[in-house]
């Protein structure tokens, strides 16, 4: 039985990052109707779970911006056009009204009859890959993503894994970490190498050809075991443990809906319209040739994405609507 509360609105955004949030505000702008669905439990997407404190330098008009920042000043801007937010929730299957509009289930049991539907899910759902050693620990100390680095001040932090998220948390917990250790199994690393130099230079402990093979605690992580390739294992305090291992991500149900769809990318057109009727995508989710992937890019396909579907919404409308500064206050 469908114990959550069915929503009809002009335009159903699915993802939550950068340029769904941008499609909600446009679309707003635009006099519509917009719920967004994600299967995070707080907007932002990759954004606010992977990075929310990392500087980013190619967003237009801003030389650097936080991760955190920049979802906050979406959500700011689409405020005012009051979207109805879906967190924690899953497209399901997808089918179409009689007149066209097109009926998205969850994972919940909610029924959502959107007029138009705009897939903006950056890579998909994605799922952190676990560290096996820490598992009863996860939400005791042991967590995959930082979205509060104060939580962090004066801990000892053990961070797993060579990519840029990992280098990333520890640049940022070096200065309020009591300790920041860095176990990587390989002694080669993923990150950028300016961010692996600048992590070579501050006080962050090094491990390489190595992993964590036990975490140990009383309710709380208190200590984990540090496995040498070369043998040998290393007891280390720590009262926070962050695994930085990549993760898995899949479109889902949205695999059946009849779009095309290569290497997890959906393509579109110049409209950013898929191969489903009143289906749009934009952001990183999206493919076709000379496809750039940039926050930066997501806005225009968004805002693409929404002025195409207004117009199949109402005939009358105009693709245009004009600039943001011809319209009255």
Sequence with gaps: MNTTSDVSVDILIIGAGPAG?????????????????????????????????KAILDIAGFPSVKGRDLVAGLLAQAA?????????????????????????????GRTIRAGA??????????????????????????????PDLSEHAGRDVVI???????????MHLEPIAKQVTLVHRRDKFRAHRASVDKVVDSTVRIVVNADVSAVRGNGWISEVDVRHK????????AQAV?????????????????????????????????????????GDITDYPGKVR???VGFGEAATAVNNAAAVLDPDAEIFPGHSTEQEN
Excluded: C, K
Aim: hydrophobic fraction near 45%; proline fraction near 6%.
């Design 117 to 146: 539907v705009i897939v903006s899910g950056g890579i998909g759902a994605f799922t952190p890959r676990p560290l096996t050693a820490g598992a009863d620990f996860l939400g005791r100390g042991l967590s995959y993503f930082v």
């Design 80 to 108: 005012p056009f009051s979207p109805t937010y879906l967190l924690g929730e899953r497209a399901g299957d997808l089918t179409h009204d009689p007149d066209g509009s097109v009926v998205v289930g969850t994972d919940s």
């Design 21 to 53: 949030l941008y499609a909600a505000y446009y679309a707003g702008f635009r006099g519509l109707s917009v719920a967004v669905l994600d299967a995070l439990d707080e907007p932002g997407g990759q954004v606010s779970a992977m990075y929310p404190e």
């Design 160 to 170: 797993v894994g060579g990519g840029d998220s990992a280098f990333d948390w520890a």
């Design 230 to 237: 070369a043998g040998g294992v290393d007891t280390l305090s």
């Design 242 to 282: 962050i695994a930085s291992l990549g993760f898995t991500a899949d479109l889902g149900p949205m695999n059946d809906w009849g779009m095309r769809i290569e290497n997890r990318h959906i393509l579109v057109d110049t409209r950013m319209q898929t191969t489903v009727p009143r289906v749009y995508a934009a």
């Design 294 to 296: 940039l926050i930066a």
